[in-house]
């Protein structure tokens, strides 16, 4: 599950996973500002110039498919994607996964993955939790 949403997107986040046209994962470095109250979108956490890059990783990440949502325990909403990965990847000090939609770049998630990870010449996949990708009480 995401480790932070922004508190004033919560509700555009249920309203907009299934209506928003596009919505994307970018990978980001443990120097980045990404996971820090106040910031809230995808140009913010460009700003400081940490998104990682390297071979089979293009800038902006990759686009969120397969996104459904549906209700757990009557009350909270879950909304999960298809899972994403990078082939033949070489990328390094990655920490940060920033799920956001393109138009208006508004961050819908920071997932912390704990510690940075490196690929090199492989495969980097995220793949979302069994109950989804985002859970909103």
Not at 14 to 34: H, I, M, Q
Not at 67 to 73: E, H, L, T, V
Not at 90 to 104: D, K, L, Q
Request: overall charge negative; glycine content about 12%; charged content about 20%.
């Amino acid at each position: 599950m995401a480790s932070r949403i922004p508190k004033e997107v919560k509700k555009e986040v249920v309203d907009g996973w299934e209506a928003e046209t596009t919505w994307r994962v970018a990978l980001f470095k443990s120097t980045s500002n990404c996971n820090t109250d106040g910031t809230s979108t995808y140009a913010q956490c460009l700003a400081d110039g940490n998104e990682c890059s390297g071979t089979g990783y293009t800038a902006g990440g990759a686009e969120l498919t397969g996104r459904i949502g549906s209700y757990k325990d009557g009350t909270n909403r879950a909304l999960d994607a298809t899972d994403v990965s990078w082939a033949s990847a070489t990328i390094a000090s990655i920490r940060y996964a920033v799920v956001y939609e393109t138009t208006g770049g508004l961050i819908r998630g920071v997932y912390d993955l704990g510690s940075d990870y490196a690929v090199t010449d492989g495969t980097f996949a995220l793949t979302w939790h069994a109950d989804g990708l985002i859970k909103v009480k």
